[in-house]
């Protein structure tokens, strides 16, 4: 019989367990439940019988098998996803994640440990403190758990050995003390026979420590965050009629009374809070953990992913990041390709413009890396198209953690953490040139721009881009062509075809097309460039109107069929791998601003459309530079 | 928001009224009426719907009900697919919701505790336990390719001993079946069934009888066990759930026809 609950809840202590493979994780919650009496007769019932079937303790009840809750792993006798488990005694509700040990499951790690206030660290007794106890730990302090605490399981097999518990119990420190968590306790314990899981036993008679569940019950996690400066991240305007406007949302740090003053960021307005509205009744008062409605007074614009906060002290808002990434996805991250960050209630674009390093989780040491792949962990720049406003990871994990979406495939690839803003602009000024592009282009002439055309291999770039460079050349201009294929000689002569590499030969010939531009140049660019993402990314380099797209349409049987060099042939029989229309997508631009159909026209046509378009559009200027002076 | 009628469904109605007050949630309830529910339930959603002001959207699958499908004749198992499963997609697909709320909890049933709150499904309304969406710090990516949902389920964490203390908290009206009254009954396979209407076929040797029962789960008349019970006031029903040594489902017969039958219906798209 479970006791009743009492009549108002117990307060929650959420907490992350985890550890390697075969540590026992899963019976050590399954002990929890059943000997907190969270667990129904009927269910125990259900488990007895599956024990018998796939257990692994022989006769005994497999507790695993309690919270071991989908099929596939009940066969493999392994948890392959993160489970959430409630359970509670009088002192507190515990909401338990049990994360997987796999090294391969580390997003799910992260994910269990980003909402949890304790990290419980299991080890096995035989083997001690190894390096995936490490990586666990580490990630679970960089997802925001302060405090930890370790179970040093199955000692029972070591015959509650005093001297080898303490040996862990060193090793321990050491790791805990590295990561400067706050976390001194370890407890030697027995998932099989529960001594010193819920009741100390009388196995080892020289521990005299608490149980673990007596320390989970008494461990003190308040952190900061109640006496920090008010923030509250807006998630939904609610406007039923003309005269109500309120502001919907649950405060991240602080408290808030009706009367003071807030200041809205990233706009910088301010108001007053006119009412405190929860349910149909109002409030005098809420504080962080409290979701609620404002009103203000007077009413000033705000949107949804705005911060309402303390008006003498109000939210930063910033636009470049040092940031923390654990990678979540198969496809790595590559530099400049292009994200959609959520942080709080706010999406903006985004991309990382430099892969400062990865971190070894086993031991902590960085190191160098082009590209961020499935679990792992790095510090990045980040970049996002408009200020947004947020807080340190450190001081708030609310307004501090954030994911980035893939826009391509909707996945969430990564989840970060906020290290500090960089002030790019603020702290490096362009150093202020004299000798301006426009100064540069008008002693040519000529209006400077990046003509860039993209399409798929034969499409027939390279044929428009050497008529036109001719044509512009007959004509007086000066010129520039800068080819896929020849560039990959020099400048990119170290790049090859992964999607890391793409992304950066990308990078470095939109760069150098700028720094032409800016010298006075016409710069035509003749590069596949199959992905909407990196076009975005070059054009978003130059002024507005310096960027020309131009799609060189042929569809892949005109291009396979033209195949001047052999290339779809090879690819069509597996030889080239990554082939841009045949096993690699070719992204449509959705906007060109001009589409040459190289099936229709001839090459002389595109030509003529091309300059036609670029002499109406973009005139030349006709008047020397002196009469700016 | 899938709305079942039950106290959880009660819950997060509540919680969606006080979330959009003073406007109306601005989004439909929707029902899967099977036809064999209680005519309790039927009066109280009629009336909850009402009171909150939100259009109340009730779906049957016609075709079923054409072939006289009944938890009598067919089985549960077949029973449920056709009325339910099969149901709750004609009605999503009709409707092409993007998002659609489930009062489910992670303590209900072991693959319920892997479940993200935030639960893709494909076009075919199913779920792929290996393909979910991380959800650190509570950040939910909402993105979604056409013909894709998502089941957001609110009271993820909440506990069965939660619910209770918020409807007690908030005094949150429930289906008067969760309280002890006389009702007439037939014991069939050792569980009580109450005889709702006269659509219920008696098997032999079963009398219906006057007995003092309630609930503690409702669904379909025929499929839903009742205990006998004098809880009839909320602190009564709580005292008596909460001390309770049987699993919350027990009482619903389905989910005992096959080992891990939460799991594959959920991949079918059931929840």
Known sequence: ?629 | MLYSIGKDSSVLLHLARKAFWPAAPPFPLLHIDTTWKFREMIAFRDRAAAEAGVELRVHTNEDGLREGVNPFDHGSERYTDVMKTVALRQALDEGGYDIIFVGARRDEEKSRAKERVFSLRDAAHQWDPKAQRPEPWNLYNTRLAPGESLRVSPLSNWTEADVWRYIRAEEIPIVPLYYAAERSVVERDGRWIMVDDDRMPLLPGEEPQRRRIRFRTVGCYPLTAAVESDADTLDAVIAETLAADRSEREGRLIDHDRDGSMEVKKKQGYF
Request: hydrophobic share 40%.
């Open chain 1, 1 to 629: 019989m479970a006791p009743a609950p009492p009549p108002t809840p117990p307060p929650t202590l959420r907490f992350v367990l985890c550890g390697s493979v075969d540590d026992g994780k899963s019976t050590v919650i399954g002990r929890l439940l059943y000997d907190c009496r969270q667990v129904f007769s009927d269910e125990l019932r259900r488990v007895e019988r599956d024990s018998a079937r796939h257990g692994t303790q022989g006769k005994a009840t497999d507790f695993a098998l309690l919270v071991d809750g989908l099929r596939d792993e009940r066969e493999q006798g392994i948890t392959i996803d993160v489970a959430y488990r409630s359970f509670e005694t009088p002192r507190r509700r515990f909401l338990v994640a049990d994360a997987p040990g796999h090294e391969q499951y580390t997003r799910n790690m992260a994910t269990g440990a980003s909402t949890a206030d304790l990290a419980v660290v299991l080890v096995d007794a035989r083997r001690g403190v190894l390096p995936q106890t490490a990586r666990h730990t580490r990630i679970a302090a960089l997802f925001g758990v302060r405090h930890a605490v370790l179970a040093v399981n199955k000692m029972d097999l070591v015959e509650w050995d005093r001297d080898v518990f303490e040996a862990i119990r060193v090793a321990w420190r050491a790791l805990a003390g590295e990561i400067r968590l706050a976390a001194v306790e370890a407890i030697p314990v027995s998932a099989l026979t529960g001594a010193n899981l819920t009741r100390n036993g009388t196995s080892a008679p020289w521990y005299d420590g608490p149980t673990l569940l007596a320390h989970l019950e008494t461990v003190d996690v308040e952190g900061a965050g109640a006496d920090r400066p008010f923030r509250m991240p807006v998630q939904y305007v609610n406007r039923p009629h003309s005269d109500f406007r309120g502001y919907c949302g649950r405060v991240a740090a602080g408290a808030v009374a009706v009367g003071d003053a807030v200041r809205i960021s990233p706009a910088g307005t301010e108001s007053r809070v006119e009412s405190i509205i929860v349910g149909e009744g109002t409030r005098d008062r809420a504080a962080r953990g409290d979701s609620v409605t404002l009103t203000l007074a007077p009413d000033v614009d705000v949107t949804r992913g705005d911060v309402v906060a303390d008006a003498d002290a109000p939210a930063e808002a910033a636009d470049q990041f040092q940031a923390r990434l654990v990678w979540m996805h198969d496809e790595p991250l590559a530099v400049g390709r292009r994200y959609t960050l959520k942080l709080h209630s706010r999406e903006v674009g985004a991309a990382v413009t430099r892969i400062r390093h990865r971190l070894d989780v086993s031991n902590g040491h960085e190191l160098a890396a082009p590209v961020l792949r499935l679990n792992d962990l790095g510090t990045v720049n980040l970049a996002t198209d408009r200020p947004v406003p947020f807080a340190p990871f450190d001081e708030s994990r609310e307004l501090g953690g954030f994911i980035l979406i893939d826009p391509a495939t909707n996945a969430t690839a990564a989840a970060g953490t906020i290290v500090f803003p960089l002030m790019r602009a603020a702290n490096v000024k362009w150093q202020h040139l004299d000798v301006s592009k426009d100064v540069r282009s008008r002693l040519k002439l000529q209006r400077a721009q990046c003509v860039w055309l993209t399409g798929m291999s034969a499409s027939g770039k390279s044929t428009i881009a050497n008529l036109l460079d001719r044509r512009l050349t007959i004509e007086g201009r000066h010129t520039y062509l800068l080819d896929g294929d020849n560039v990959r000689h020099g400048l990119c002569r170290d790049l090859g075809f992964t999607e890391a590499d793409r992304v950066e030969n990308i990078r470095r010939v939109a760069e150098v097309a700028r720094l032409m531009v800016d010298a006075g140049l016409i710069v035509i660019v003749a590069f596949i460039s199959p992905f909407r993402s990196e076009r975005d990314y070059a054009r978003g380099l130059f002024e507005p109107g310096d960027f020309v797209e131009v799609f060189v349409d042929a569809s892949l049987e005109a291009c396979a069929e033209r195949d001047p060099k052999g290339l779809y042939a090879k690819a069509l029989r597996g030889e080239i791998r990554n082939f841009t229309g045949v096993d690699s997508p070719y992204e449509r631009p959705e906007h060109p601003d001009l589409r040459l159909d190289t099936e229709k026209l001839s090459p002389e046509e595109c030509v003529e459309r091309l300059t036609d378009k670029l002499d109406r559009e973009f005139p030349a200027p006709h008047a020397p530079v002196t009469e700016d002076r």
